[in-house]
Antibody, heavy 118, light 110 residues
Framework: DVQLLESGGGLVQPGGSLRLSCAASGFIFGSYAMIWVRQAPGKGLQWVSTISASGDNTYYADSVKGRFTISRGNSKNTLYLQLNSLRVDDTAVYYC???????????WGQGTLVTVSS | QSALTQPASVSGSPGQSITISCTGTSSDVGSYNFVSWYQQHPGKAPKLMIYEGSRRPSGVSFRFSGSKSGNTASLTISGLQAEDEADYHCCSYAGRSTYVFGTGTKVTVL
């Protein structure tokens, strides 16, 4: 079975940093693009970042460009998201998802909560 | 990268049909047949219900169907059941490996 397990969330002060991880299993990780999606409390989903299967290409939402960095370790079957210069409005549950067919997300992790507050 | 527009809430009685709209622009929904829909129960991760506008993944009930006209996509739930009460999110491919989600719709079964 496909499993995605996020970790690394927590409470951080504005301006701080966190590194999220997503451990993948049950599929050939290095063959699929992956994305991070976030959901602020009581709000809808927001696409954050995409990384290609090889890791050579990355894409970011304007709201996180220059502050967040997506990466992957295909030998470790793990996806990462480095969050820097965190702001209060970055508070959200962060989900990692597997991209299927290039245009939809067939498996999701359970999410990890990032809270930015002083 | 503005969110797609969905109604905040839709409700229906058991057995009825409801439709949730998802309005975007010519840069996203209108340009690609790549709209997907996700069901999310409280405290749970989203679940894929429809992809590529109208295709159902294995295991998803035939009561869920999708369509698109111009810049607006729609999700219809027929034969509404109590278990369908959840939040529903649309998503469109927006080019160059970027995506845009909808504002989300809360479905209530009366």
């Amino acid at each position: 079975d496909v499993q995605l397990l996020e970790s690394g969330g927590g409470l951080v002060q504005p301006g701080g940093s966190l590194r999220l991880s997503c451990a993948a299993s049950g599929f050939i990780f290095g063959s699929y693009a992956m994305i991070w999606v976030r959901q602020a409390p009581g709000k809808g989903l927001q696409w954050v970042s995409t990384i290609s299967a090889s890791g050579d290409n990355t894409y970011y939402a304007d709201s996180v460009k220059g502050r967040f960095t997506i990466s992957r370790g295909n030998s470790k079957n793990t996806l990462y998201l480095q969050l820097n210069s965190l702001r209060v409005d970055d508070t959200a549950v962060y989900y990692c998802t597997k991209v299927a067919g290039g245009d939809y997300f067939d498996y999701w992790g359970q999410g990890t909560l990032v809270t930015v507050s002083s | 990268q503005s969110a797609l527009t969905q109604p905040a809430s839709v409700s229906g009685s058991p057995g009825q049909s409801i439709t949730i709209s998802c309005t975007g622009t010519s840069s996203d929904v209108g340009s690609y047949n790549f709209v997907s829909w996700y069901q999310q129960h409280p405290g749970k991760a989203p679940k894929l219900m429809i992809y590529e506008g109208s295709r159902r993944p294995s295991g998803v009930s035939f009561r869920f169907s999708g369509s698109k006209s111009g810049n607006t996509a729609s999700l219809t739930i027929s034969g509404l059941q109590a278990e369908d009460e959840a939040d529903y999110h649309c998503c469109s491919y927006a080019g160059r490996s970027t995506y845009v989600f909808g504002t989300g719709t809360k479905v209530t079964v009366l």
